[in-house]
């Protein structure tokens, strides 16, 4: 139900790329082990299910991976994608409902009721306040009707009633993922449940629930100053992609999603061919593959929807952002890179690693502990996304008493000897053995799993790219992250914002509606 | 990721359970198929998850040995007692940074940046940090580097030397943790709250000052783990290795030592709240964090089982009543949940909190408050019975499906000192939980008129105020950072 977390505070952001390694004999040993756990199958319908058996405890977990995301959303209705998921959770025909039939009906009203409201409202002039306090009262007196039949949150509770663990979903730019773990005897129950909301969703409750959501936007935007920060970095380092979209979506918009256009999303996106269902854990594909293949058949049949196809120009100069307000400073910059299908998207990795990761990252070393200037260093890619062209971006957070600018200054002078010094052997051979071992700690979470299956069957078309990859990973050379880094991390490609504290008396003024 | 999770639980009485306790279940619902319930639900296969071996050595350490060939990993940690409540209250922070200067600072054989080197270039770590009641080392490694790892991490614990500059980035690490306290809302709103629960000197709630971590020296980081070191251990070890010569190998180092001495226990007071409502003023949100709070129990309380019942039925997911009430039913919050708390060795918090934006803080602080009193108003129903003991029970089984989460349960049971079969006996409780377990529990432990009401939020945003909630003067709550007391105590020149 979540938006994924923006937040570098929180490290776990990246780890899901279980990118790299360096092991050719393991990697062989451990992807033949795979193959005989895994049994994938193509539906007629164009889903794609993955049933990885590990039979340690009585359970299961799985994910559900579209291929959707708020980048997907059309303009003007920035956030349905996330809108959307939370209506996935409202329940079916079948489920949430005391009368399906007459619900229908009643939901149609209020669709129209809502499309009258929002005429008047939105009229530019002539606006009839009286007519529109009619209208609202005609449109909360549809819901009202329509919420007669609802039995509110009945899809979640028969999940958790039957010891569904962790029950969420997280809308990113790229992606929807639907996710939670259950005692292996509710397989069945799960499919029901789970191919139900995939092919018959029903836009019960959903002005409530876009109030939710803006609480949501409230909470995790507005309400924090590094979300606030990174929705304006991003918005700024993007001209025409939708990754510079706010992507819980900006108040406006998210505030007037229809339930027809929801709809009309998922009608779009929700096909077979956009869909990869992961289950990991107690389960033998023998029995459970036939059971799977009968429930997730109702999904809408269809191929893959046209991707969107702006392609965000190339940066010619260096833009900046500066909120000046009562909290502690910050910094953050990033420079354009290509997605993830780019034949140096290990070198990135690489990067990211030997800038990033640890005690030992160059980044801390120099920032944290030698200059003594921050409390934290770290640089990451691919951000906010990484389906199309995105960002690899720095951020500091300074010591008391230090600035933004000296974090700008400090991070450039380590960019700057990526580009004009080779790395050494010992650090790319750190980043190799740690991308290796990072992925085994990884194969013993069903659910880190389940997640992982899903997203490179989807990103590369095969799960065994999950161990594939690390050829490529061995392959990062130290000329390679020199070519790289002379390529991006130049000023015309920057974009920076920052927080700079501004003392109390000037903030007071600024309230006084200085601005 | 660490967040008031979005589907927290803590509902409470809800309009339509007062329905439903009216018109009975099967007339609320009348569906004429639950699809559902004709999908077969086979027997589960059978489990015996696998405990790790305990022994006990004669000196009092005791260890535990959880083999797991899955993947060529080993991990371990020593758990020793005694944490931040134990601190001199002029040092407040000593823990927290002894926590990260512990492990930074190394030994005499190597120092920490070497460490660092040493195990990153095996993709293996070693961490060393402080709680409320415990410090630990933990170790994790490769099966090839695993000795090596368990010396060094050995080395570690029985020989650091702490080193000034160290100390001085644990300080810097601290410090801006201090200023950057109030930027963040649900921070503040957690913290104060707990203040306002045990006191603000309590050694529950006591937060480091810029003046009390400037007062640590190194002789402290030192008296500290010289005095904790000989508490009880508890030694933990999991993963790809051979029993027999792992039991050797630990035997070796730990039966050496001398018998454990126990700290005398603590005899805290807790007198929860003074009931009331207080405010936190922050004018760049336009959402406020309402925290419900008193005071909660321990685990050694025989009603917990019927207050984790009850608390299921609070605000456990979905279907819980805050949930329903106050999310479903009247959008007022993404994020609202909690209940009555229970710890392991002092009484937990009561804690509710709900967030909604800045003109709804009235109305969305009664709701909710409604929804707790109405545990003594609204009674409980089979349904809701149902519903909480098949979530709790159905889910059971993922406090113990890794052999690492079974291993971490029988650490924690041994350091607070429950019986090993405690999780048994604890769900056998929560099968047994009737109707009149709950009604009595609610009158015993739910008191609407001995609970606080924090608000973070944007004051003059706030309309109607928070006199409209009738709950007497609205107490200004001052979070103020202190400067500090002096130039000694500034480190990395937080003056500025």
Known sequence: MQQRAFSWFLKGFLVLMLTATAFAAEQEQYLKSFEQKITTKVLPNGLTLIICDRPEAPVFSFTTFVDAGDVDDPSGESGLAHMFEHLAFKGTSQIGTKDYAAEKVALAKVEAANNAYEAEYLKPVGRDPKKLEELHKAFLAAQAEAQKYVIPNQFTEVAEQN?????????????????????????????????????????????????VVMEERRMRTDSNPIGRLVEQFLATAYVAHNYGRSAVGWPSEVSQITATEAMAFHKKYYVGGDIVVAVVGDVDAKTALPILERYFSKVPAGPKPEEMTTVEPKQFAEKSVIIREQTQPFYIEGYHRPSYRSPDDAVYDAIQDIMSNGRVSRLYRSLVEQQQIAAEAEGFSPFPGEKYPSLFAFYAVPLPGHTPAEMREAIHKEIEKLKTTDVTDAELQMYKTRARADLLRGLADNQGLANALAEYQTR???????????????????????????????????????????????????????? | MKRLTMRSASGILIAGTIVAALAGPSAMRAQESKPWDKIPI???????????????????????????????????????????????????????????????????????????????????HIETGGDVDSTAISWDSLKGDSNQVFDLAMDLLFHPKFSEEKLRLAQQQEATAIVR????????????????????????????????????????????????????????????????????????????????????????????????????????????????????????????????????????GFGSRLFQKIRTEKALAYGVGGGYGFAYDHPATFRVVVMTKSVSTVDATKATLAEIAGLNTTPFTEAELKRAKDDILNSFLF?????????????????????????????????????????????????????????????PEIKPGLNALEMGPVHAVDITIPKPGHPAGVPGGAEK
């Open chain 1, 460 to 515: 590369y078309g095969d799960w065994r790219e999950l161990f594939l990859q690390l050829d490529r990973v061995d392959k990062v050379t130290k000329a390679d992250i020199r070519r790289v880094a002379n390529q991006i991390f130049v000023a015309s490609n920057r974009t920076s914002a920052e927080i700079d504290t501004e003392a109390p008396a000037a903030s007071a003024k600024k309230d006084g509606g200085a601005e």
């Open chain 2, 399 to 459: 406090r113990y499906d890794t052999k690492d989460k079974i291993l971490a349960e029988r650490e924690r049971l041994e350091f607070y000192g429950y019986p090993a079969d405690y999780l048994e006996t604890y769900k056998a409780a929560l099968e047994k939980v009737t109707l009149a377990d709950l009604t009595a529990a609610a009158r015993k432990y739910i008191h609407p008129d001995k609970l606080a009401v924090l608000v973070v939020g944007n004051g």
């Open chain 2, 42 to 124: 086979p027997k589960l296969h059978e489990f015996k998850p696998q405990q790790p071996k305990r022994i006990e050595l004669k000196n009092g350490i005791v260890l535990f040995l959880q083999v797991d060939h899955e993947l060529p990993f080993v991990s371990g940690s020593v758990l020793i007692p005694g944490g931040s409540r134990d601190v001199d209250p002029p040092k407040a922070g000593l823990v927290d940074m002894y926590g990260q200067a512990w492990r930074t600072s190394g030994t005499a054989k190597m120092s920490g940046d070497a460490m660092d080197d040493f195990l990153e270039a095996r993709a293996a």
């Open chain 1, 163 to 211: 010891g569904a663990h962790h029950v969420n979903a997280e809308t990113g730019l790229d992606d929807t993922q639907y996710f939670w773990s259950m005692p292996e005897n509710r397989l069945e129950l799960w499919a029901w449940l789970e191919s139900g909301r995939l092919s018959d969703t029903v836009p019960r409750e959903f002005y409530k629930e876009r109030d």
């Open chain 2, 181 to 316: 306290r109030n930027d963040d809302e649900e921070g503040i709103a957690i913290r104060e709250s707990a203040k306002l629960v045990y006191g603000t000197n309590s050694p529950y709630t006591r937060q480091p000052e810029l003046a009390t971590i400037g007062r640590v020296t190194l002789a402290d980081f030192q008296a500290w783990h010289d005095r904790t070191l000989h508490g009880k251990l508890i030694v933990g070890v999991s993963g790809d290795f051979d029993p027999a010569t792992m039991e050797a190998k630990l035997r070796t180092t730990f039966e050496g030592l001398p018998p454990v001495r126990t700290e005398p226990a603590r005899h805290d007071a807790f007198a929860g709240p003074k009931p009331g409502v207080y405010f936190i003023d922050k004018e760049d949100v336009n959402q406020s964090n309402i925290q419900i709070v008193g005071l909660g129990t321990d685990r050694r309380n025989p009603d917990v089982p019927t207050l984790a019942v009850m608390n299921e039925i609070l605000g456990g």
